[in-house]
């Protein structure tokens, strides 16, 4: 029923939108409302693209392959177009995040101070790797552009706070100080 009201609105009747209604989250009805109201509401204003890529990444806290392919088809906008935008911004994330972000800045400055020696020592910690989530859903490890903080590099970012000349023997005690928190409470 909910499909059919959805295909009213937007006139849509294919076998791909079928498809896509079934892939999660689209197959959940609150979800799917959320993100029908959000294209309702944005549709038509200037820019409305980054406001409805905002609002979704926001309210659903990710943007994923069904979802983008969703967008593109009510919006008929091509999907490589919404994929660029969600893939450039680094606040856009295809996946759900875990509690807690690390994010590691892959700007060059960074890359060259040893970003990836810190991903290493992270990922063995978390036993994940770099793009996934600890399955307590605690830490997600991510990478970054240029966060425009180079003269401190290689720089790592812990949710909203920056830590720079960062060495991979402080990778430990920054993901115990996150851990602890869970500890306290
Ligand atoms: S390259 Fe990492 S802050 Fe600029």
Do not use: W
């Amino acid at each position: 029923m909910e499909d059919q009201s959805s295909e009213q609105i937007y006139g849509l009747s294919t076998p791909s939108m079928h498809q896509l209604l079934n892939e999660y989250p689209l197959n959940q009805t609150e979800s799917r409302e959320i993100i029908d109201n959000i294209l309702h509401s944005f549709e038509d204003v200037p820019g409305g693209l980054m406001v409805i890529l905002n609002e979704i990444q926001s309210q659903i806290g990710y943007i994923s392959q069904p979802i983008q392919e969703y967008i593109s088809a009510i919006l008929n906008i091509p999907v490589s177009t919404i994929t660029g935008v969600v893939s450039f911004y680094s606040f856009f994330t295809t996946k759900p995040r875990g509690d807690h972000t690390i994010k590691f800045c892959m700007g060059t400055a960074c890359y060259v101070g040893g970003t990836p020696q810190l991903m290493r020592k992270a990922e063995q910690i978390l036993d994940i790797q770099t793009g996934d989530t600890t399955p307590d859903n605690h830490i997600t490890m991510e990478v970054c552009r240029c966060v425009g903080s180079c003269s401190q590099a290689p720089v790592v970012v812990v949710d909203e706070q920056l830590y720079g000349r960062v060495r991979p023997s402080k990778i430990p005690p920054l993901i115990r100080d996150i851990m602890k928190t869970y500890e306290d409470s």
